[in-house]
């Protein structure tokens, strides 16, 4: 999931507040409280004139550094903003404005490790700041470093409790590390807050625990309240499916499939899951025309193993076969492929046929419990 934080930008502080104190110009002064006024209403390319006019009278000026950069990162300019605010730390080191830019162009920029190497110096100088504080969590976790982002996100938590930054961060941590479980605890403790001001990724990210628990009735809750939101949330949508298909309630996840087909006709994945719940319904030749439809767009090996199955289904054994036997060429590996030959053989009364091509995974180095219980059966049988 998206899932940077759920934060919009954010510029530090009240920029429209910065004087320059050492400044003896009245000029500079104005020109500076007018750009990050400009700046905070959106108004980004007055602002920077205000800002260029700052840097014709004092080279260097911090503010008017700053400011530029604040303008391009808005802007979504990492790389030109990244100039301005090194420029500024250049003149002026430790500049506390230059260095929470700098980090967030670095985090936009997904170079983590800048980032949590400027955060830090910025700490030196006000450790108890809970913005900077949960980007550096935020960056740990990116990171993969479940310890040190777990260890900053409960500091936030013990100097300001229920911290929405704080609390969803440790839902995505857990989330990433895969303990569901702890994910849905910090997850439900932000929608407990208050439900109406949360963000409507929180009810689909809680969805999706339930999803990954395999407690599908739990998560068709949440993405039902996600939908009441945003009747064509793709995710919810998604989740309300899967959840169904979960449940083995196919006729039911037909139709959240078909709603996000309405949205996104060439969805190539969600053409495939349709044809699926189909197939499981039985109504082979809808299935059919869906698999067909994916496979219009570009290759797909789970519709192509679709339609090999619609085959199979219909005793068509010798098509089934032939189209599966095409698929291990392209993919040795999958065990899957193996299982669904064999049974085709064995369906034929080819059992000696069957043995031969669950052992042949063999060569491919594939270890399957499956493939081993059939050749089991299948050896039994032959006695």
Same mark, same amino acid.
């Given at each position: 999931?998206?899932?940077?934080?759920?934060?919009?930008?954010?510029?530090?502080?009240?920029?429209?507040?910065?004087?320059?104190?050492?400044?003896?110009?009245?000029?500079?002064?104005?020109?500076?409280?007018?750009?990050?006024?400009?700046?905070?209403? $959106?108004?980004?390319?007055?602002?920077?004139?205000?800002?260029?006019?700052?840097?014709?009278?004092?080279? $260097?000026?911090?503010? =008017?550094?700053?400011?530029?950069?604040?303008?391009?990162?808005?802007q979504?300019?990492?790389?030109?903003?990244?100039?301005?605010?090194?420029?500024c730390?250049?003149?002026?080191?430790?500049?506390?404005?230059?260095?929470?830019?700098?980090?967030?162009?670095?985090?936009?920029?997904?170079?983590?490790?800048?980032?949590?190497?400027?955060?830090?110096?910025?700490?030196?100088?006000?450790?108890? $700041?809970?913005?900077?504080?949960?980007?550096?969590?935020d960056?740990?976790?990116?990171?993969?470093?479940?310890k040190?982002s777990?260890?900053?996100?409960?500091s936030?938590?013990? /100097?300001?409790?229920?911290?929405?930054?704080?609390?969803?961060g440790?839902?995505?941590?857990?989330?990433?590390?895969?303990?569901?479980?702890d994910?849905?605890?910090?997850?439900?403790?932000?929608?407990?807050?208050?439900?109406?001001?949360?963000?409507?990724?929180?009810?689909?990210s809680i969805?999706?625990?339930?999803?990954?628990?395999?407690?599908?009735d739990?998560?068709?809750?949440?993405?039902?309240?996600?939908?009441?939101?945003?009747?064509?949330?793709?995710?919810?949508?998604?989740?309300?499916?899967?959840c169904?298909r979960?449940?083995n309630?196919?006729?039911?996840?037909?139709?959240?499939?078909?709603?996000?087909?309405?949205?996104?006709?060439?969805?190539?994945?969600?053409?495939?899951? =349709?044809?699926?719940?189909?197939?499981?319904?039985?109504?082979?030749?809808?299935?059919?025309?869906?698999?067909?439809?994916? /496979?219009?767009?570009?290759?797909d090996?789970?519709?192509?193993?679709?339609?090999?199955?619609?085959?199979?289904g219909?005793?068509?054994?010798?098509?089934?076969?032939?189209?599966?036997?095409?698929?291990?060429?392209?993919?040795?590996?999958?065990?899957?492929?193996?299982?669904?030959?064999?049974d085709?053989?064995?369906?034929?009364?080819?059992?000696?046929?069957?043995l031969?091509?669950l052992?042949?995974v063999s060569?491919?180095?594939?270890?399957?419990?499956?493939?081993?219980?059939?050749?089991?059966?299948?050896?039994?049988?032959?006695?």
């Amino acid at each position: 999931m998206s899932d940077e934080m759920f934060k919009e930008f954010e510029i530090p502080e009240t920029m429209a507040e910065y004087v320059p104190e050492d400044s003896t110009s009245e000029e500079i002064s104005n020109l500076s409280k007018q750009g990050y006024l400009l700046l905070k209403e $959106n108004n980004i390319a007055e602002a920077k004139e205000a800002f260029q006019k700052i840097l014709a009278l004092e080279e $260097n000026n911090n503010y =008017a550094l700053v400011g530029l950069g604040d303008c391009e990162r808005k802007q979504n300019h990492f790389r030109e903003a990244e100039a301005h605010y090194s420029k500024c730390l250049d003149y002026h080191p430790g500049n506390n404005y230059a260095l929470f830019g700098l980090a967030d162009c670095y985090k936009a920029m997904n170079q983590y490790h800048k980032a949590i190497n400027i955060w830090e110096q910025y700490l030196l100088h006000d450790d108890r $700041n809970i913005t900077v504080l949960t980007r550096v969590a935020d960056a740990y976790r990116k990171i993969r470093d479940f310890k040190k982002s777990k260890e900053l996100y409960l500091s936030v938590l013990d /100097m300001e409790e229920n911290n929405s930054y704080a609390l969803i961060g440790l839902g995505h941590l857990h989330y990433d590390f895969k303990e569901y479980r702890d994910a849905l605890y910090y997850w439900t403790k932000m929608l407990e807050k208050n439900e109406s001001l949360v963000d409507i990724r929180v009810l689909t990210s809680i969805g999706n625990c339930h999803r990954k628990l395999k407690t599908f009735d739990k998560g068709i809750i949440y993405f039902e309240r996600a939908l009441q939101r945003e009747p064509n949330n793709f995710y919810a949508l998604f989740g309300m499916a899967d959840c169904y298909r979960g449940m083995n309630q196919q006729f039911r996840s037909i139709e959240y499939w078909n709603r996000i087909l309405e949205l996104d006709p060439e969805n190539k994945v969600i053409l495939t899951r =349709a044809g699926d719940a189909y197939r499981n319904t039985g109504d082979y030749r809808t299935a059919a025309e869906y698999y067909n439809k994916a /496979m219009d767009i570009e290759f797909d090996v789970y519709a192509a193993l679709g339609l090999a199955l619609i085959c199979k289904g219909e005793g068509r054994y010798e098509e089934a076969a032939e189209r599966l036997q095409g698929l291990i060429k392209g993919d040795p590996r999958n065990f899957r492929f193996y299982i669904d030959l064999a049974d085709c053989f064995v369906k034929m009364n080819q059992k000696a046929k069957a043995l031969e091509t669950l052992k042949n995974v063999s060569h491919y180095g594939v270890r399957s419990p499956a493939i081993s219980d059939m050749i089991s059966r299948l050896e039994r049988e032959a006695i």
